[in-house]
């Protein structure tokens, strides 16, 4: 185990914040996993775990234990007529396993392709796209349950996955995701019902073909971290109660909005950031992208205090006009490396 002092996380997090550590360990395994927090436990330090740093909002400087996960691997555990069952460890690039399933013609994750991070995170919010939550293809979650302090088994059912939700988000500090089980199917099964997808995937009704258009998709409206520091969609997209969106719909006949579940509506939040004049628009170093309002950039040498005052001018404003407050997507740490609310 080689525990480091004073690192510089601004590598390690797309939003390009600087930010350093005062202590980070690399973990390979799940050795040094129990190893880093045994230490931790010693050392009286609170332990903070980094994976892609793709939905992470840091402050300059953390006095914790920064456990940066590389597991690698995957494994083929069981397959059948209909599908195939997959063990890939916490550290694998996300697309690269993506690309990896299409190469295997697995069916199921093709619309998550070119999402950041890692393999390990993508349980914690359920990422989602085009239609598709990673949810549904995960069998079950491996992890390191630290309030007792063993190894374990979290069956998909368990979960509580839901938008952009998840067990893993509700009680951020007690596991550590060591792997994650994916049951994908080997006959074709392509979802294509998000906006223009049907359209533009055409005839060509392949897994590689909608890998492709996907990845075209994105790269035409999200901004690359490493020309535009961000951390995807900077707010979740609000649910409402449909009774309150139909008076919306009234006063906003253009209003993106989506049925739900329990008779609610969940609102497009790029539309009203775009709406409420943000798009491309910039507050200091800071600002909301000209292509996704949805999407913060750091154009500059920004800190958390600056994007914080930028995303809390944009809630103000949306707020303002809509009567609607939009909850920031990425986890806010605090100095002492714990997840704190964006309320405080
Ligand atoms: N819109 C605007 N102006 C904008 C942005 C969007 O009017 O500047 C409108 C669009 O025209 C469209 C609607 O808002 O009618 C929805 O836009 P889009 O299809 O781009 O999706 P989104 O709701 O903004 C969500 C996810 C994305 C995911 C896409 C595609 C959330 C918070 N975001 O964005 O996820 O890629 O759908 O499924 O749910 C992420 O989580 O980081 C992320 C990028």
């Known amino acids: 185990m080689n525990i480091q002092t004073?690192?510089?996380?601004?590598?390690?997090?797309?939003?390009?914040?600087?930010?350093?550590a005062s202590h980070y360990l690399k973990v390979h395994s799940t050795q040094?996993?129990?190893?880093?927090?045994?230490?931790?436990?010693?050392?009286?330090?609170?332990?903070?775990?980094?994976?892609?740093?793709?939905?992470?909002?840091?402050?300059?400087?953390?006095?914790?234990?920064?456990?940066?996960?590389?597991?690698?691997?995957?494994?083929?555990?069981?397959?059948?007529?209909?599908?195939?069952?997959?063990?890939?460890?916490?550290?694998?690039?996300?697309?690269?396993?993506?690309?990896?399933?299409?190469?295997?013609?697995?069916?199921?994750?093709?619309?998550?392709?070119?999402?950041?991070?890692?393999?390990?995170?993508?349980?914690?919010?359920?990422?989602?796209a085009y239609g598709v939550e990673v949810g549904e293809f995960i069998e079950s979650v491996q992890v390191y349950d630290r309030l007792i302090e063993k190894f374990d088994t979290i069956f998909s059912k368990d979960c509580d996955f839901s938008y952009r939700h998840s067990i893993f988000k509700d009680d951020p500090n007690r596991f550590v995701i060591t792997h994650v089980t994916f049951k994908l199917l080997k006959h074709?099964?392509?979802?294509?019902?998000?906006?223009?997808?049907?359209?533009?995937?055409?005839?060509?009704?392949?897994?590689?073909?909608?890998?492709?258009?996907i990845i075209q998709?994105?790269?035409?409206?999200?901004?690359?971290?490493?020309?535009?520091?961000?951390?995807?969609?900077?707010?979740?997209?609000?649910?409402?109660?449909?009774?309150?969106?139909?008076?919306?719909?009234?006063?906003?006949?253009?209003?993106?909005?989506?049925?739900?579940?329990?008779?609610?509506?969940?609102?497009?939040a790029g539309w009203l950031i775009d709406q409420s004049g943000w798009k491309g628009k910039q507050h200091g170093m800071v600002g909301m992208f000209h292509k996704q309002a949805l999407v913060l950039v750091n154009y500059g040498q920004a800190s958390l205090t600056d994007v914080q005052a930028t995303y809390r001018a944009v809630q103000h404003d949306v707020y303002q006009k809509f009567n609607i407050l939009l909850e920031p997507e990425p986890v806010l740490f605090d100095e002492t490396g714990l997840i704190r609310s964006h309320l405080e």
């Open 217 to 268: 998709i994105r790269q035409s409206k999200l901004p690359d971290p490493k020309d535009y520091p961000n951390v995807g969609s900077f707010f979740k997209n609000p649910i409402i109660q449909q009774q309150v969106c139909d008076l919306l719909v009234e006063k906003f006949p253009r209003i993106p909005h989506y049925p739900q579940a329990q008779d609610n509506a969940k609102i497009a």
């Open 188 to 213: 074709p099964h392509l979802v294509l019902n998000y906006g223009d997808l049907r359209q533009a995937v055409g005839d060509e009704q392949t897994a590689e073909n909608l890998q492709k258009q």
């Open 6 to 20: 004073q690192v510089q996380l601004k590598p390690f997090n797309t939003l390009s914040l600087d930010v350093t």
């Open 32 to 128: 040094d996993l129990v190893d880093g927090l045994d230490y931790a436990k010693q050392q009286q330090l609170n332990v903070l775990i980094l994976s892609g740093g793709s939905n992470m909002l840091l402050p300059q400087y953390i006095h914790a234990l920064v456990m940066h996960m590389d597991i690698q691997g995957i494994e083929n555990i069981t397959e059948d007529e209909q599908s195939k069952t997959i063990r890939v460890a916490a550290g694998y690039i996300w697309h690269d396993f993506v690309l990896w399933t299409t190469e295997q013609h697995l069916y199921g994750l093709q619309n998550l392709a070119l999402i950041p991070g890692l393999v390990g995170a993508s349980p914690v919010q359920n990422i989602g």
